[in-house]
């Protein structure tokens, strides 16, 4: 299975954010409204204003999802907009006719009928008729019998039948017919409906649809809410019509909190404000409003000329340049260049800037007879309005050293902040200027703010710039050798680098847990694409593979191994042959062991499972098979069989396995394996069995003992409990930094994983206690004060269990500011929150032998001794007091957390 060729990785890329498997009404509120039906929900047509609080930012959809959402064609429900959820037939027709501007066609008011077994919700009706009547659905194929076994409305929305829908919607039908007969080039192609292929072949050829991990179609798989809204967002760039709210232009001013765009005569003003959304059209991610540079071409929307969506469609300013030498300003606003034999007049307003040398506005008046001057005109409107006046008289040649303040890719220009402190912007001229850093040459866009440099400047343009002292900064290239010391990578302009290596370099492979040094691809033809990070000394810190130009085949059946020419002969998942080239530099790997191709020879028989890593027929790496480790996705009961889904994408089905190891459960069998539980499972040296099939889990668990002596902690379990040998475990906190074992103590909570029954790590739990200050049941966050005092505020959004007593509740309505409270995060993100029990008495004295308050009986029976933790919290009101400030007969009300005293209040 190709699971990393280049074809395969950007058809995963694309694959994941255009396609793929949305339910949840895409109907706004007046329209919900106006037809009442019992079953549908109350919408809110929820702008891009940031809103949606499932959508976050940077959410691979976010883009396109506030784009559509500006525009009106989705909404959300009540702030959420559920972007994972399924797609059904019957919304995704409401989208598609939000999308064609086809929606106000439907009369909600005239009673609708369809065909017999054609079931559609009622709300969707008069739509599904309009998208018949315009073509967007086929009679014929939506109408068949076959497709009527299911209710057509709510059926889930496969990839096949969105991509019809559409290229209906864009008006393509023609060119789809066109390339019906076409194979589609995917490996499941055989899956296509023979009616949507030329449909899906349509689909790429715009750009708008790609395959997935395997060269995969997945024509069948359902489609999400998040995928659609991107689906419906690209296409936008192949019609012509124009959506409400929608502005597109060049910008004409930005400043005060508004943008003005200007197109045809027309300019139109829009409010900024905090929840503006700003994107470039080129990046799916946001940038911010610095980002948003005059003159430039925008589209924005929003209602009422409040911008909710703002999107860079060309970064490059709508200006030219006009220089030489200035004259005199004169009345109506007149600015006089001198050239060769005559002068100029220019128009400038009161929007004008005019700036000196390095940038810092002036006075016009303070401009000299004589001064070199560059006027910047505005090239959108045609009337040529003067945006901005420079004097570049006044010929600057030194070298000096600084520190770089600013880098404008755009103007070819950089600030610096001299020796002396002064910032001096000055530009630089392609192929006369060199950037380099130490031994290294640099591109512009890899020079940093910040960095420390040495900069010449020649007839006021910059001619070199050397980073004497750099800060952290990113490359790009492609490996080429790897050493224990050293990498050396090819850059886009095809010349090598060579950087030395880090201490411990980060690396990061996609797909691949804890990947080291040893699961990079170095080669001068197909070596891994990456993103190098560098520290301020050139060294490499972080190695993340961008991309692999590799093909990969997991779990692939051996046909022949010839010894003596070294091929091998394969037949990979799909029963498709492929022959490689083994030499002394491939990788081999056989149970935990790294053998040679002499020994190796024997192993390699017919059908014996192996994965391949290969650059054409060269194999870099051999491993036989003796595990797979990947997610339980079905159980056949019948054949005895399971399925797993492997980290590259890839499925294999196996045999039932003889023995099924988890944590806390004896003789488990395989119905103790929940779909979805990632798992470990191990074969037989022949392959045929799997010996036993690990679950791995996660599970938060409170300890009942401590001996960093011996290495080893005891957690509770149901039936007593378990200890852990953790000399060899890695013990972290909650942001994943290391710990000693002496830093937990009995009574702390752990999250532990487990493989089978064997720990794999160990996390400590955070637990904060203190008083409950503020809540806000709706938002879903509550804020406490703790024990030293200092105020955090904590989100729920994972699910609340509150523990008041031996009642559990699932709302925060159920607390008080009253309340204190021990607060902490089970290992499945749910927020548990134990209530601490408390008492009213009547204090009596403090015993010092025991560091104990003795409070006054209310009966004979009545526990009056209660221990003070080491941080007892003793206050009244604000004010903080000593145990020994409380006299006799004072009214107190104590809190306790695990029979222990944490904090008094004096009444």
Do not use: C
Request: no cysteine; net charge neutral; charged share 20%.
């Amino acid at each position: 299975m190709k699971a990393y060729s280049t074809k395969a990785i950007s058809a995963v890329l694309a694959g994941a954010m255009v396609m793929g498997g949305a339910s949840s009404a895409f109907a706004d509120a007046a329209t919900v409204a106006a037809s009442t039906p019992a079953t549908v929900t109350t919408q809110t047509n929820t702008a891009a204003t940031g809103i949606f609080s499932d959508v976050k930012t940077g959410f691979w959809a976010e883009k396109h999802i506030y784009k559509l959402a500006s525009q009106g064609i989705v909404v959300g429900n009540n702030g959420l907009f559920r972007p994972g959820d399924s797609v059904t037939q019957q919304e995704a027709v409401l989208m598609a006719l939000r999308f064609m501007k086809l929606q106000g066609n439907v009369d909600n008011n005239t009673a609708v009928a369809l065909p017999t077994g054609f079931e559609v919700s009622n709300y969707y009706k008069a739509y599904v008729v309009l998208a018949f009547q315009q073509g967007l659905l086929d009679k014929t194929t939506e109408m068949a019998t076959d497709n009527l076994k299911t209710a057509w409305g709510e059926r889930k929305a496969t990839r096949e039948w969105i991509a019809e829908v559409l290229i209906r919607a864009l008006g393509k039908t023609s060119d789809a017919a066109a390339v019906a007969s076409e194979p589609t080039g995917f490996a499941d192609d055989s899956k296509v409906s023979a009616s949507k292929r030329g449909y899906i072949n349509t689909a790429v050829d715009l750009g708008l649809a790609n395959g997935l991990d395997g060269n995969r179609f997945d024509p069948q798989g359902v489609v999400t809410r998040a995928q659609l809204a991107t689906f419906f967002s690209r296409a936008e760039g192949h019609n012509t019509l124009e959506y409400d709210n929608t502005v597109k232009g060049s910008i004409s001013e930005i400043k005060d909190g508004k943008l003005t765009v200007y197109n045809n005569g027309v300019s139109s003003p829009f409010n900024l404000s905090a929840s503006t959304a700003y994107f470039n059209s080129t990046s799916e991610t946001r940038i911010s409003l610095n980002d948003v540079q005059p003159y430039t071409k925008v589209t924005v929307i929003g209602a009422t000329y409040n911008a909710a969506y703002v999107e860079v469609t060309d970064p490059t300013p709508q200006v030219d340049s006009v220089s030489g030498s200035f004259a005199k300003l004169s009345s109506g606003n007149k600015i006089w260049l001198e050239s060769t034999d005559t002068f100029n007049e220019y128009y400038y307003d009161a929007a004008t800037t005019f700036v000196d040398v390095n940038g810092d506005k002036i006075e016009p008046a303070s401009i000299a007879a004589g001064s070199v001057v560059t006027l910047q005109r505005e090239t959108y409107s045609g009337s040529h309005k003067v945006v901005n006046v420079q004097v570049t008289s006044g010929i600057v040649n030194k070298t000096n050293t600084g520190i770089i303040q600013s880098i404008d890719l755009t103007a070819k220009s950089i600030t610096f902040k001299n020796a002396a402190g002064t910032a001096e912007t000055f530009k630089w001229e392609e192929g006369t200027t060199l950037f380099s850093s130490q031994s290294s040459v640099l591109l512009p866009a890899e020079l940093k703010v910040n960095s420390a440099v040495k900069y010449t400047i020649k007839d006021n343009l910059i001619r070199s710039v050397e980073v004497t002292q750099g800060v952290e900064r990113t490359v790009l290239g492609s490996i080429n050798e790897l050493t224990s010391s050293t990498i050396v990578y090819k850059k886009a302009d095809g010349t090598k680098e060579v950087k030395l290596l880090g201490a411990t370099p980060t690396i990061i492979i996609p797909n691949i847990t804890s990947p080291v040094a040893g699961d990079l691809i170095a080669d001068a033809v197909g070596g891994d694409n990456v993103q190098l990070t560098l520290n301020s000394s050139d060294q490499v810190t972080k190695i993340e593979v961008l991309s692999r130009q590799i093909d990969q085949f997991s779990g692939a059946a051996i046909v022949d191994y010839n010894t003596k020419t070294q091929l091998l002969t394969i037949m990979d998942s799909s029963n498709k042959p492929h022959v490689f080239q083994l030499d002394e530099k491939t990788k081999l790997y056989y149970e935990g062991v790294l053998p040679t191709l002499s020994t190796i020879g024997g192993r390699l028989t017919e059908n014996r499972k192996v994965n391949v890593r290969a650059i054409g027929q060269r194999a870099l790496s051999l491993e036989i098979v003796a595990k797979y480790e990947g997610t339980v996705t079905a159980v056949n009961a019948t054949s005895r069989t399971i399925v797993l889904k492997l980290s590259d994408g890839q499925s294999v089905t196996l045999p039932y396995p003889q023995l099924v190891d988890l944590f806390g459960k004896t003789s488990a069998t395989i119905s103790d394996v929940p779909i979805g539980s990632a798992v470990t499972a191990v074969l037989s040296a022949s392959q045929e069995i799997v010996t036993v099939l690990k679950v791995k889990t996660v599970m938060q668990l409170e300890t009942a003992t401590v001996n960093a002596g011996t290495n080893r902690v005891s957690v509770k379990l149901t039936a007593g409990t378990s200890e852990i040998n953790t000399l060899a475990i890695p013990l972290t906190n909650e942001a994943g930094q290391t710990i000693k074992l002496s830093d937990l103590k009995a009574g702390d909570f752990v999250n532990v994983t487990f493989d089978g029954s064997s720990p794999l790590s160990i996390q400590s739990v955070k637990l904060t206690s203190g008083q409950v200050t503020a809540l806000d049941a709706v938002a879903g966050t509550l804020t406490l004060k703790d024990y030293t005092a200092a105020v955090q505020t904590f989100a729920v959004s994972g699910g609340v269990r509150i523990i008041r007593d031996a009642t559990t509740t699932t709302a925060l309505s159920n607390l008080t500011t009253a309340d204190r409270v021990e607060l902490r995060k089970d290992a499945n993100g749910t927020t548990i929150i134990r209530v601490l029990p408390q008492l009213s008495r009547t204090f009596s004295r403090y015993d010092s032998t025991t560091n104990g308050v003795v409070t006054k009986r209310i009966s004979t029976n009545d526990n009056n001794i209660f221990r003070l933790a080491a941080n007892v919290y003793i206050h009244q009101a604000d004010t903080t007091l000593s145990v020994q400030s409380l006299k006799e007969n004072d009214n107190i009300t104590v809190y306790f957390n695990n029979d222990v005293v944490v904090e008094i209040v004096k009444q």
